[in-house]
């Protein structure tokens, strides 16, 4: 059996150190190796670019990305990890877990749990990106795009609109536009405190609105538009929204 | 009120105590209700709405001075009272009251304001119904709130405190056990020590200088396992530290600045605490960094509520907490009646 190549991702070394001991401890059990550690989720994601991982072990609570938006964006890549998270007291995720079968190892974490957890691992048991997204209660800090067979990361807080294209998505920061695979819907229910629609195919960040301009226009569509912060674009308005947009404005 | 209270929390037989006239809350207490009797009268003596307020303000000329005389009578010869058993405190409070309303309205009528024995004797005896049903609404009071209900409720948040850093503790000693075992003894003994105040009968009043210490044990616990990523400022002023205050009083907040101001946090971030004395007040300020989006994580408004409610059972109205929001930084200001171990 050739041994399992582990990735380890958690914010406190002495956890990241334990957990290199116990898989020490179940090598006999279940074979593996440590192929690297990452302080965080970025750290790990870059990882994963360069070096072919089987499993992660990964800790739900770390600063800048949480393990499960980590999970899920690592499910970009063309073969991604298994995973399995670690937890001291998060009893909402694990109830989250426990409900969709995912696995997961709590902290304290023993040798014999984590050889069980590679065994199953090694059977191909798999978590796949529809249960993740699921048991993550948070909106997620990135937005991300596989390219090249990495995963490239767009923070939330650069998007200034996202706009529905034929089968994609135009995500749009001040530097640049990146296509992604998502559905607008989506976006709009887990992004609710920081996108508004403005239009059946656009959302745009609240806190890049500068104002409005009235459209000189002929069309049907003819009305008011959005102004961004960084950049230059002007955005329509459709009817239907301008009412709720204008709420906005206001307040 | 606050000595008296904690006493009488500590003690198991039941017996009925003065209320603290040293103590805001039972001055205010009797302001309101004699106010408010005043009121009362002036409205049953008026006949139109014009004049209630010229009734009222007859009745205040009488009242006020016998009032504030009453009242400051009482909070000098507080400690005296105290020392007396209850009937005998009942009986002298009483006395107290009938002598001082008499003296001073025999002043007033000597001057001249407003004749007649039948007056002077008739607000002496309505002085002492009314102080007599303040004393028995203290005293049922006191039975509500002390001690074996006080007692109880003190108990049961104490036992709310369910503190997440014992299961990061152990966690941090086993990864250290084998690199490091000195480091991993000496976490189990700082560990030890914070089993035995949590497991404390934590109903009395602590002196400050154990809670910091608790504090500081914990602290040690957390930097085993965010390293240099934790921060901490702690400035005392000389001389606070003989303070009495509740027990795990700090040690949540501490907790709490951890969890949602450091754990979330990139870059390392420090926590400050400044205790410093006011006059007749300890104030106790508290800032760590504020991370907006990380906010929705429960927790941290139920320590405040616990804390908050076990100040007002031990310091009544003379504690408060308030939290700000200040730029990059979440604020605790804390301020309770300053006492001192004796």
Redesign the interface.
């Known amino acids: 059996m050739t041994p399992l190549r582990v990735l380890v991702v958690d914010d406190?070394?002495?956890?990241r150190?334990?957990l290199r001991?116990l898989l020490d401890d179940c090598r006999g059990e279940a074979p593996n190796i440590v192929v690297g550690e990452a302080a965080?989720g970025l750290e790990g994601l870059d990882m994963l670019a360069s070096t072919p991982v089987d499993v992660a072990l990964v800790d739900i609570?770390m600063?800048?990305m949480s393990g499960i938006e980590f999970a899920r964006h690592a499910q970009l890549l063309e073969t991604p990890p298994a995973i399995v998270f670690v937890t001291?007291?998060d009893q909402y995720a694990v109830k989250a877990f426990e409900l969709n079968a995912v696995d997961y190892l709590l902290?304290?974490v023993r040798a014999s749990r984590v050889a069980a957890s590679l065994r199953k691992v090694a059977a191909g048991v798999h978590v796949t990106r529809e249960v993740l997204e699921r048991v993550d209660a948070?909106p997620r800090?990135f937005l991300s795009v596989s390219e090249r067979g990495r995963v490239m990361l767009v923070p939330l807080a650069d998007v200034l609109y996202v706009k529905a294209e034929l089968k994609y998505l135009t995500v749009r920061t001040r530097e640049r536009e990146y296509l992604i695979e998502a559905s607008l819907a989506h976006l709009e229910e887990e992004f609710a405190a920081l996108f508004i629609r403005i239009h059946r195919n656009c959302l745009v960040a609240r806190r890049s609105i500068r104002g409005f301009e009235r459209m000189a226009g002929d069309e049907s569509e003819a009305g008011w538009a959005v102004l961004l912060e960084g950049c230059d674009e002007k955005l329509p308005v459709s009817r239907r929204q301008w009412a709720q947009v204008k709420a906005l404005s206001r307040s | 009120m606050t000595e008296q209270k904690a006493a009488s929390i500590r003690q198991n037989d039941r017996s009925d105590t003065l209320p603290d006239f040293t103590s805001l809350g039972v001055i205010a207490r009797v302001l309101l209700v004699v106010n408010g009797a005043a009121v009362a009268a002036a409205l049953a003596n008026s006949q139109s709405w014009s004049e209630i307020g010229r009734r009222f303000f007859e009745i205040a000329l009488w009242v006020e001075p016998a009032l504030f005389a009453v009242l400051a009578a009482l909070y000098a010869t507080s400690p005296l009272l105290a020392r007396l058993r209850y009937a005998a405190g009942i009986t002298s409070a009483l006395v107290i009251v009938a002598v001082l309303t008499f003296a001073l309205s025999a002043v007033q009528s000597f001057l001249g304001r407003e004749p007649g024995w039948w007056a002077l004797l008739r607000g002496v005896a309505i002085a002492i119904a009314l102080a007599a049903a303040l004393l028995e609404y203290f005293r049922l009071r006191d039975r509500a709130f002390s001690p074996a209900l006080a007692e109880a409720r003190l108990q049961a948040l104490q036992a709310r405190i369910r503190p997440h850093f014992l299961f990061n503790s152990l966690n941090g000693v086993l990864a250290i056990i084998r690199s490091d075992p000195k480091r991993a003894e000496g976490a189990l003994e700082d560990l030890a020590d914070l089993f035995r105040s949590l497991l404390a009968d934590n109903r009395q009043l602590i002196p400050l200088r154990e809670e910091v210490s608790l504090c500081s044990q914990y602290l040690n616990l957390e930097r085993m396992r965010l390293g240099d990523r934790l921060q901490i400022d702690w400035i005392i002023d000389s001389g606070v530290e003989d303070a009495l205050v509740p027990p795990m009083l700090l040690q949540p907040l501490v907790e709490n600045a951890v969890f949602h101001g450091i754990e979330p946090g990139l870059a390392a971030g420090s926590i400050e605490i400044r205790i410093r004395r006011e006059a007749d007040r300890l104030r106790i300020g508290l800032s760590n960094p504020y991370h907006p989006e990380h906010q929705h994580r429960q927790g941290n408004r139920m320590a405040l509520a616990n804390i908050r409610e076990r100040l007002q059972l031990h310091f009544d109205v003379e504690a408060r907490l308030d939290t700000a929001i200040d730029g990059e930084r979440y604020r605790i200001d804390m301020v309770l009646p300053y006492r001192r171990a004796v």
């Open positions: 406190e070394p002495p956890a150190a334990r001991e965080n609570h600063p800048g001291a007291h902290k304290p948070q800090r």
